[in-house]
């Protein structure tokens, strides 16, 4: 198994701030079951901002898991 160091400084800080919350509040644990709408009733954010920072921030982890 390899290890995977991913480098947070590569999120901005709201990314950081959303995806902390989303995790929390279960949205990347399917049996919690929460999702975008909860996480922005959370913050006090459109859901359409957090989307776009949760895909953002998941696009980063993922480059960067994957070596891109």
Same mark, same amino acid.
């Given at each position: 198994?390899?290890?995977?160091?991913?480098?947070?400084?590569?999120?901005?800080?709201?990314?950081?701030?959303?995806?902390?919350?989303?995790?929390?509040?279960?949205?990347?644990?399917?049996?919690?079951?929460?999702?975008?709408?909860?996480? !922005?009733?959370?913050?006090?954010? !459109?859901?359409?901002?957090?989307?776009?920072?949760?895909?953002?921030?998941?696009?980063?982890?993922?480059?960067?898991?994957?070596?891109?």
């Amino acid at each position: 198994m390899d290890t995977v160091v991913v480098d947070r400084n590569r999120l901005t800080a709201r990314q950081r701030k959303v995806l902390e919350t989303a995790s929390e509040r279960g949205y990347v644990d399917c049996s919690k079951g929460a999702n975008a709408t909860n996480v !922005a009733e959370e913050l006090g954010q !459109a859901r359409s901002a957090v989307t776009e920072h949760l895909t953002a921030a998941q696009t980063k982890q993922t480059s960067a898991i994957l070596g891109r």
